[in-house]
């Protein structure tokens, strides 16, 4: 399964972006990761299609708001009150996923094209 993300962009500190990760198959988990300069990629939250369950970093817990369209193979990342610390490229993967953590970026094989987050301050 291929996963594609986009949706990021330019936006002021306090203000909302919403990105897609569009996959080309069906995956029980998806991730969100992200990797600001000079920093290492790190897991913001995850979906279990078959579980239903969900998990989130603490640095984004309650701005953050992870989703998925089954229908459309889509995972969304709903980013709220954006900090300028959230400037970051991310991307998401199949990954496994429960409510006490989401797989480690170390184990991801193959990663697609991210999408750049800048939040300006």
């Known amino acids: 399964v291929q996963l594609q993300a986009s949706g990021g962009g330019l936006v002021q500190a306090g203000g909302s972006l919403r990105l897609s990760c569009a996959a080309s198959?069906?995956?029980?988990?998806i991730g969100w990761f992200r990797q600001a300069p000079g920093k290492e990629r790190e897991g913001v939250s995850c979906i279990n299609s078959a579980s239903r369950s969900t998990y989130y970093a603490d640095s984004v817990k309650d701005r953050f708001t992870i989703s998925k369209d089954n229908a459309k193979n889509t995972v969304y990342l709903q980013m709220n009150s954006l900090k300028h610390e959230d400037t970051a490229v991310y991307y998401c993967?199949?990954?496994?996923?429960?409510?006490?953590?989401?797989?480690?970026?170390?184990?991801?094989?193959?990663w697609g094209q991210g999408t750049q987050v800048t939040v300006s301050s």
């Open positions: 993967a199949a990954v496994p996923c429960d409510p006490s953590g989401m797989g480690l970026a170390s184990r991801v094989n193959s």
């Open positions: 198959g069906f995956t029980y988990a």
